[in-house]
């Protein structure tokens, strides 16, 4: 009955080698976002997809790239992992971006990311 | 995007109610308040949204006044279980994360 599903649960990467983390959605919501969250912090937006648009918020570093090849299935992918990368990566989709229906976000359980 | 403002930490006693105050001076007309729960090591669980005046669901009710500009989560009889954190977002689309207030139910 999983909604949003993230492989994998636990990441362990290395510093600077490349990592994909993968997110994929039941839901057939027309929006996905990627979030990430440190150590007592609040989730912070990387960026999200309505469809197959892409809207990185500002802030987010180039290192941080995303891809969205088809309505279930999203990735995240970091290009030279820091230590300071390590943390929660969370995933979320909403029916849509704008409206009531745009303010319930189903997250799923997250990929804690390591960095050695 | 109306910036949020809520308690970081309150306690509390199982059985009791606790009631949650998040301040949004600047909400816009077009916004909702929205509260979503997370528990450690998982991803926030949407709660509960409102416009204005009363919601009520099977978790938790909202509190809006007129002016909208708070809003007061209500849990009846917290358990154990609640002990979280609770987020109040106010916006349209992108939802982005205040510092959310930690809620410690204790037996």
């Known amino acids: 009955d999983a909604m949003v599903i993230q492989n994998p649960r636990y990441q362990v990467t290395q510093f600077g080698k490349p990592v994909t983390l993968s997110c994929s959605q039941t839901?057939?919501?027309?929006?996905m976002y990627w979030y990430q969250q440190k150590s007592s912090q609040a989730p912070k937006l990387l960026f999200h997809?309505?469809?197959?648009?892409?809207?990185n918020e500002a802030d987010t570093p180039d290192n941080f790239q995303s891809r969205r090849p088809n309505t279930s299935f999203c990735f995240l992918d970091i290009r030279s992992p820091g230590l300071g990368d390590a943390a929660m990566y969370l995933c979320?989709?909403?029916?849509?971006?704008?409206?009531?229906?745009?303010?319930?976000?189903?997250f799923g359980p997250g990929t804690r990311l390591t960095v050695t | 995007l109306a910036k949020t403002t809520q308690p970081i930490s309150m306690d509390s006693y199982e059985g009791q109610e606790v009631n949650i105050t998040c301040s949004h001076n600047n909400i816009a007309t077009n916004d909702y308040i929205t509260w979503y729960q997370q528990f450690p090591s998982q991803g926030p669980r949407f709660i509960i949204q409102g416009y204005k005046t009363k919601v009520t669901n099977e978790v938790a009710s909202l509190f809006i006044p007129a002016d909208r500009k708070s809003s007061t989560l209500s849990l009846p009889r917290v358990s154990l279980s609640d002990t979280a954190v609770y987020y109040c977002?106010?916006?349209?689309?992108?939802?982005?994360f205040g510092q959310g207030t930690t809620l410690q139910v204790k037996p």
């Open positions: 979320a989709t909403s029916r849509d971006l704008a409206g009531a229906a745009s303010y319930e976000q189903y």
């Open positions: 977002l106010v916006g349209e689309g992108k939802l982005i």
């Open positions: 839901l057939n919501h027309n929006v």
């Open positions: 997809y309505y469809d197959k648009d892409f809207n």
